[in-house]
């Protein structure tokens, strides 16, 4: 089992920047994949972005390509989300989450796929 715990939610304006921090427990995290999602009221889960945690490879969606920077620290087995130029559309709250690793370089966009999920942090975008 993977046991996963977010950080760094909060409200900023349209235009400002956060950072979202989850660190990741369980003896095989490492092996698969990381990712965020978000869920805003009235609307399905969404992912975000994705990271093979031994390879690196990541994937966006193309609403935030560009704008928001998916990493890890291995020394902290910690996944951070750098959102920056953020957009009142951010707003949502964000879910850590881990998965097992597809084959290859791909990295599944489905919450079904992912089978371990922290509680969730609120980030609100509004001026």
């Known amino acids: 089992q993977v046991q996963l715990v977010e950080s760094g939610g909060g409200l900023v304006q349209p235009g400002g920047s956060l950072r979202l921090s989850c660190a990741a427990s369980g003896r095989t995290f490492s092996s698969g994949t990381m990712g965020w999602f978000r869920q805003a009221p009235g609307k399905e889960r969404e992912f975000v972005a994705g990271l093979k945690w031994l390879s690196g490879t990541t994937r966006y969606a193309s609403s935030v390509k560009g704008r928001f920077t998916i990493s890890r620290d291995n020394a902290k087995n910690t996944m951070f989300l750098q959102m920056n130029s953020l957009k009142p559309e951010d707003t949502g709250v964000y879910y850590c989450?881990?998965?097992?690793?597809?084959?290859?370089?791909?990295?599944?966009?489905?919450?079904?796929?992912?089978?371990?999920w922290g509680q969730g942090t609120q980030v609100t975008v509004s001026s």
């Open positions: 989450t881990w998965g097992p690793n597809l084959g290859g370089t791909a990295i599944s966009t489905s919450p079904a796929l992912f089978g371990s």
